[in-house]
């Protein structure tokens, strides 16, 4: 099955409504990313990108712009454009003329979802520097533990991303600046950042990079790895409480699982293309896939059963429900 580079929209637990934009298109590879997270709801691949200038596959700003300009006109009440899906956005150094191409054409707000690996290179803080948002993912101050999480591609280093994060509020143009704090636990006493320990240094390290907004969450979808679990919502809240004393309330929001939204509305011209699209980017369950595009399960599962039987996506079963996701 062909996929496009625009998808959605998908109904995120941060974003609201938020159509997605993938800048990488590469057929033999699942996802293209610098990291492979421990976490990822994408899965395990051995071949990680090594730079942006490794990059093959990358898509060009006039394919970015024609794709929303014929895309979003079909959807109502979005929150975001966001660049993220199968890769990391700021491997790909055109970011920034895309997002000023988006901007040319909609006045809706663009978020960049970035892991951070980059955020030291000055070519890519300027490209982040068009968003309107930029959400970077922090899950440790310790270098062990970013290792042991991002299992990142050589050359990258924690406190290079810490000095990167700081100079984003140095940038003339300064988006608004969330860190991500994606909180694991394991099964088998793999290292994890739940820990007093950790949120003690982590806290210390984001007080000095001084962002906009903190985010607080746990997986929701099945990991690349069976031993990484979501951590209890107890241990959540009394870690969010933390942040927030230290950090300041209003800027730390924790972010659950289950937040109900409004189904999307929009005009469908190839509906097939548009589970696969979205399921390739974020697994689903079937009630998450009807609300994001609007339809009904008589609808979608048609569609569902001539995937699986392409072999174009799997359907797997976790503790929150049965997931499809791309093959
Ligand atoms: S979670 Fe994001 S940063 Fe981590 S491997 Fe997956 S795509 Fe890359």
């Given at each position: 099955?062909?996929?496009?580079?625009?998808?959605?929209?998908?109904?995120?637990?941060?974003?609201?409504?938020?159509?997605?934009?993938?800048?990488?298109?590469?057929k033999d590879s699942k996802k293209n990313c610098n990291f492979d997270c421990v976490?990822?709801?994408?899965?395990?691949?051995?071949?990680?990108?090594?730079?942006?200038?490794?990059?093959t596959g990358a898509v060009t700003t006039k394919e970015v712009v024609e794709g929303?300009?014929?895309?979003?006109?079909?959807?109502?009440?979005?929150?975001?454009?966001?660049?993220?899906?199968?890769?990391?956005?700021?491997?790909?150094?055109?970011?920034?003329?895309?997002?000023?191409?988006?901007?040319?054409?909609?006045?809706?707000?663009?978020?960049?979802?970035?892991?951070?690996?980059?955020?030291?290179?000055?070519?890519?803080?300027?490209?982040?520097?068009?968003?309107?948002?930029?959400?970077?993912?922090?899950?440790?101050?310790?270098?062990?533990?970013?290792?042991?999480?991002?299992?990142?591609?050589?050359?990258?280093?924690?406190?290079?991303?810490?000095?990167?994060?700081?100079?984003?509020?140095?940038?003339?143009?300064?988006?608004?600046?969330?860190?991500?704090?994606?909180?694991?636990?394991?099964?088998?006493?793999?290292?994890?950042?739940?820990?007093?320990?950790?949120?003690?240094?982590?806290?210390?390290?984001?007080?000095?990079?001084?962002?906009?907004?903190?985010?607080?969450?746990?997986?929701?979808?099945?990991?690349?790895?069976?031993?990484?679990?979501?951590?209890?919502?107890?241990?959540?809240?009394?870690?969010?409480?933390?942040?927030?004393?230290?950090?300041?309330?209003?800027?730390?929001k924790l972010v659950l699982k289950g937040l109900r939204r409004e189904r999307s509305?929009?005009?469908?011209?190839?509906?097939?293309?548009?589970?696969?699209?979205?399921?390739?980017?974020?697994?689903?369950?079937?009630?998450?896939?009807?609300?994001?595009?609007?339809?009904?399960?008589?609808?979608?599962?048609?569609?569902?059963?001539?995937?699986?039987?392409?072999?174009?996506?799997?359907?797997?079963?976790?503790?929150?429900?049965?997931?499809?996701?791309?093959?």
């Amino acid at each position: 099955m062909k996929s496009r580079i625009i998808y959605g929209p998908i109904l995120s637990r941060r974003l609201g409504r938020s159509l997605g934009i993938d800048v990488i298109k590469r057929k033999d590879s699942k996802k293209n990313c610098n990291f492979d997270c421990v976490y990822c709801q994408l899965g395990h691949v051995d071949n990680m990108v090594k730079a942006p200038e490794n990059v093959t596959g990358a898509v060009t700003t006039k394919e970015v712009v024609e794709g929303i300009r014929s895309f979003h006109r079909n959807i109502e009440n979005l929150d975001y454009i966001t660049f993220s899906g199968t890769c990391e956005p700021t491997l790909n150094l055109s970011l920034g003329s895309m997002i000023l191409g988006v901007k040319q054409i909609t006045d809706q707000s663009v978020c960049v979802l970035t892991n951070s690996s980059l955020v030291d290179r000055d070519d890519v803080r300027s490209n982040l520097a068009e968003a309107d948002l930029v959400i970077a993912t922090l899950v440790s101050g310790n270098e062990d533990t970013f290792r042991a999480i991002h299992r990142p591609v050589e050359g990258i280093r924690l406190n290079n991303i810490i000095k990167g994060l700081q100079a984003m509020k140095d940038l003339e143009k300064c988006p608004r600046l969330g860190i991500e704090v994606m909180l694991v636990d394991s099964t088998n006493g793999y290292l994890v950042n739940s820990t007093d320990e950790e949120i003690t240094k982590l806290i210390e390290v984001i007080k000095t990079i001084d962002p906009d907004e903190i985010e607080i969450l746990t997986v929701s979808r099945p990991s690349a790895e069976k031993f990484i679990v979501p951590v209890a919502e107890i241990r959540l809240k009394e870690i969010a409480h933390r942040f927030g004393a230290e950090l300041g309330r209003d800027r730390v929001k924790l972010v659950l699982k289950g937040l109900r939204r409004e189904r999307s509305s929009m005009q469908h011209e190839n509906l097939g293309e548009e589970v696969y699209d979205l399921i390739l980017r974020r697994p689903c369950t079937c009630e998450q896939i009807c609300a994001s595009l609007g339809i009904s399960s008589a609808q979608l599962t048609p569609i569902l059963e001539k995937l699986i039987s392409s072999d174009d996506i799997i359907s797997i079963v976790s503790k929150n429900g049965r997931y499809y996701k791309a093959s």
